[in-house]
């Protein structure tokens, strides 16, 4: 599995993206809205697991035009950084939007706490980056955060990632796999 970034990448960001990759194959983290949504991100995911080399840009700018441009320019990934980046949940939701079908975003959340990863899910990230996982058990206990019981301890929650509520059920059957 290869994955390439714009721009300067260091060590961090390499390990990031790679625990990235390993969340959306093991987890298989879904990104669920209308049917081109789903399309974009199962096409997403069948090509990180294919090995496909993904070019993604970071985005730290809170801002919406950003996301646009940055999709216009051709990135197949957006790496939207609430760890560093000066926004919150709701702000990480806009530009989500702003991505709509067209491109995938993957949220790297602050920390290993299972707020943020739940907030990231239910806003529709395509898939998460968790910072600082340096034992297998915090692994662990990072994609029981992305799962519903009985695999994982994620909670019930109406947001974006299943229509708010629209394809609920949909999405549930789906998010543990």
């Given at each position: 599995?290869?994955?390439?970034?714009?721009?300067?990448?260091?060590f961090?960001?390499?390990?990031a993206a790679?625990?990235?990759?390993?969340?959306?194959?093991?987890?298989?983290?879904?990104?669920v809205?209308d049917n081109?949504?789903r399309?974009?991100?199962m096409?997403?995911?069948?090509?990180?697991?294919?090995?496909?080399i993904l070019?993604?840009?970071?985005?730290?700018?809170p801002?919406?035009?950003?996301?646009?441009?940055?999709?216009?320019?051709?990135?197949?990934?957006l790496?939207?950084?609430?760890?560093?980046g000066a926004?919150?949940?709701?702000t990480?939701?806009?530009?989500?939007?702003?991505?709509?079908?067209?491109?995938?975003?993957?949220?790297?959340?602050?920390?290993?706490?299972?707020?943020?990863?739940?907030?990231?899910?239910d806003?529709?990230?395509?898939?998460?980056i968790?910072?600082q996982?340096?034992s297998?058990?915090?692994a662990r206990?990072?994609?029981s955060?992305?799962?519903?019981?009985p695999?994982?301890?994620?909670?019930v929650?109406?947001?974006?990632?299943?229509?708010?509520?629209?394809r609920?059920?949909?999405?549930?059957?789906?998010?543990?796999n």
């Amino acid at each position: 599995m290869r994955i390439a970034t714009g721009g300067i990448c260091g060590f961090g960001e390499l390990i990031a993206a790679l625990q990235c990759a390993l969340l959306l194959y093991s987890a298989r983290l879904d990104f669920v809205g209308d049917n081109r949504m789903r399309g974009t991100w199962m096409s997403f995911r069948y090509k990180l697991i294919g090995g496909e080399i993904l070019l993604g840009t970071m985005i730290t700018l809170p801002s919406p035009e950003m996301v646009e441009i940055m999709i216009d320019v051709g990135f197949d990934w957006l790496f939207i950084d609430c760890e560093h980046g000066a926004f919150d949940a709701s702000t990480a939701q806009s530009l989500l939007q702003a991505a709509g079908n067209r491109c995938p975003g993957v949220i790297r959340v602050p920390n290993s706490e299972d707020i943020w990863i739940k907030k990231a899910l239910d806003i529709g990230a395509s898939g998460i980056i968790v910072p600082q996982v340096n034992s297998a058990a915090q692994a662990r206990a990072v994609v029981s955060s992305c799962k519903y019981p009985p695999a994982g301890s994620r909670g019930v929650g109406i947001g974006r990632a299943h229509g708010y509520g629209a394809r609920f059920n949909e999405y549930v059957a789906d998010a543990n796999n």
